[in-house]
């Protein structure tokens, strides 16, 4: 399913068409449990997460907007911001754990991404790739697992404040290249 | 972005896209950029720019019948375009349109919002003679009807009962952030069958909107409605039916349902 089928089908969602909100959840579903499952790293709650992730799109079909983001990033940013509000709501939880370094040890994409998408992926990556040293690992460690500056400080043997302002540089920086 | 402000409004949105904001950071983040067009916008712009990053996250499927549970939750929330109602659904006894003739178009809404809000109004007049303070609530619950108790800073609570019995649920409703939590009293569904929690505001449209399915009869549901204005919370009636697994099959209450009504009251009382 192409971006624009899928932009099609949420225009339909916005008029009550669950047919197609069956279509776009046939279609992400797996995308997006995936998304809030590696964050929450909890079945249940990453379930319960993902109903009101849905719920979500479809009461806010009629706001997705194609011309500020392609409709998956819409739809994974909802689910995504769900599992964070989560996340941090529930801490603490464990600090550290072997398996979420493990998944970063690996960080290979998945073959099956959109062209559209490994355009940008390779532009952010190349961006990440100058940060120093560990922040680009801290930057993916707390985008995609949901860690917090508290567990990025556990992790990395750094004061809470240094995590911080490194967070906050690295992120000024990867705006300004990428947004040459 | 060069006046200072400018790149602090950056570096939250940067923070809160992130995702590293602690949650009280994270709650205001979340609630400025809803009057703060600029803070969403910068916001909406990192979200754009580390989505990418999403790509290398596994796909994982999740069950087979989360789909249905979803759509329990939306289930008549839609627009007229959503499942009709069968005609030969049996009524149900809190939610009873009698002989309206409008009910085959609609379910009998308008008919069962006016027969519920003339209970309203019954239950406001008990409510402010009431005047009783939440800590005096399980004091009062052995009475009927169901007594709706205020508490301070929006927050309402409304009780469920069937008419000669103990009180099966009590519902607390914040409307300024729009949560609801319902916690079971003496509640024990069928075995296989549960709870489902609809919502009859005018704003929402005709008949009762399904809320979802409750959580169970062993713990607290909570759940954030987004969707519903607190003034239509405020002035929403709520029922409670026992539905078959997954919920209501046909998008409105099939089951006996007990109902509960949060009363606006001004803050001084009336």
Not at chain 2, 164 to 191: E, G, H, N, Y
Request: one cysteine or more; aromatic letters at 6%; glycine letters at 6%.
């Amino acid at each position: 399913m192409t971006p624009a089928d899928l932009a099609r089908l949420l225009d339909r969602i916005a008029e009550g068409d669950r047919a197609a909100f069956q279509a776009v959840y046939d279609a992400t579903s797996a995308k997006l449990f995936g998304v809030v499952l590696r964050i929450l790293r909890d079945r249940d709650v990453a379930e319960d997460i993902l109903q009101e992730a849905y719920v979500r799109i479809w009461d806010n079909a009629a706001r997705f907007d194609a011309t500020k983001a392609s409709p998956i990033t819409w739809m994974a940013t909802i689910a995504r911001n769900r599992a964070i509000d989560e996340v941090r709501r529930r801490r603490p939880r464990l600090s550290d754990d072997a398996e979420a370094l493990e998944r970063i040890a690996d960080p290979a994409p998945s073959p099956a991404r959109q062209a559209e998408a490994r355009e940008d992926l390779g532009r952010l990556d190349d961006c990440l790739k100058a940060l120093e040293g560990e922040r680009a690992q801290m930057v993916r460690l707390a985008y995609l697992d949901g860690l917090s500056r508290e567990e990025l400080a556990v992790r990395f043997g750094h004061p809470v404040g240094t995590i911080k302002s490194w967070l906050r540089r690295s992120l000024m920086q990867l705006r300004d290249c990428m947004d040459l | 972005m060069t006046a200072p402000e400018d790149r602090d409004i950056d570096a939250l949105a940067a923070e809160y896209a992130l995702g590293t904001l602690d949650a009280d950071e994270r709650a205001e983040a979340a609630a400025r950029r809803q009057r703060e067009p600029y803070l969403d916008a910068a916001i909406v712009d990192w979200e754009r720019r580390l989505a990418p990053l999403l790509d290398n996250v596994d796909a994982a499927a999740p069950p087979e019948d989360l789909f249905q549970r979803i759509e329990a939750r939306i289930a008549g929330a839609a627009s007229p375009a959503a499942t009709p109602i069968a005609p030969s659904m049996p009524p149900t006894p809190i939610l009873t349109a009698g002989d309206d003739p409008r009910r085959a178009r609609s379910g009998g809404a308008q008919g069962e919002v006016v027969r519920l809000r003339r209970r309203v109004a019954a239950w406001r007049t008990l409510a402010v003679a009431a005047s009783v303070a939440l800590a005096a609530l399980v004091g009062v619950l052995v009475y009927r009807p169901a007594f709706v108790v205020r508490q301070p800073d929006q927050r309402y609570v409304a009780v469920f009962q069937d008419d000669d019995k103990a009180p099966r649920f009590v519902m607390s409703v914040d409307l300024a952030s729009r949560q609801v939590t319902i916690r079971p009293i003496d509640a024990a569904p069928a075995p296989a069958n549960v709870y489902q929690l609809w919502i009859v505001a005018e704003e929402l449209g005709e008949g009762p909107q399904s809320l979802g399915l409750l959580d169970g009869v062993d713990r607290p549901t909570r759940k954030t409605l987004a969707h519903v204005t607190p003034a239509a919370l405020e002035g929403a009636l709520f029922g409670i039916s026992l539905e078959p697994p997954g919920g209501s099959p046909t998008g409105k209450p099939t089951g006996p349902a007990l109902h509960g009504a949060l009363i606006p009251m001004s803050t001084g009382g009336e």
